[in-house]
């Protein structure tokens, strides 16, 4: 396994435990999120998936894939909600110094 893929399962978990270390870990300090821009540092991101998480504590994300393409690393899969599935969804990640540094979400 290389080092996005398993940057991305590790961002995927830290998501599904709200491991608020975790994201300070593995994102990097100008993280960019494109869907979100106003979460733009993993300060910003460990808060944010805290507060979800605190409303929506059933949420979970169920990654079917996770692969490198090109210059980035992408998943799939879909996020659930109390057994309920929402859309397949792909995120598309790059990865810069070791780190997460930017994610695009696109409708699969």
């Known amino acids: 396994m290389s080092q996005g893929t398993e940057l991305v399962r590790r961002y995927f978990e830290a998501w599904n435990c709200g491991d608020a270390a975790e994201f300070r870990a593995i994102l990097a300090p100008t993280w960019q999120d494109h869907a979100h821009p106003e ?3 993993p300060a910003a991101v460990a808060e944010s998936v805290a507060a979800i998480r605190e409303q929506r504590p059933g949420l979970r994300f169920l990654i079917s894939t996770v692969e490198e393409v090109d210059d980035w690393v992408e998943a799939r899969g ?3 909600i109390d057994d309920l599935a ?3 969804l792909r995120w598309r990640f790059t990865v810069e110094h070791g780190r997460l540094a930017e994610l695009k979400t696109l409708a699969d």
Request: positive net charge; aromatic residues 0%; hydrophobic residues 20%.
């Open 39 to 41: 979460l733009s540092s």
């Open 78 to 80: 879909q996020s659930v």
């Open 86 to 88: 929402g859309p397949k």
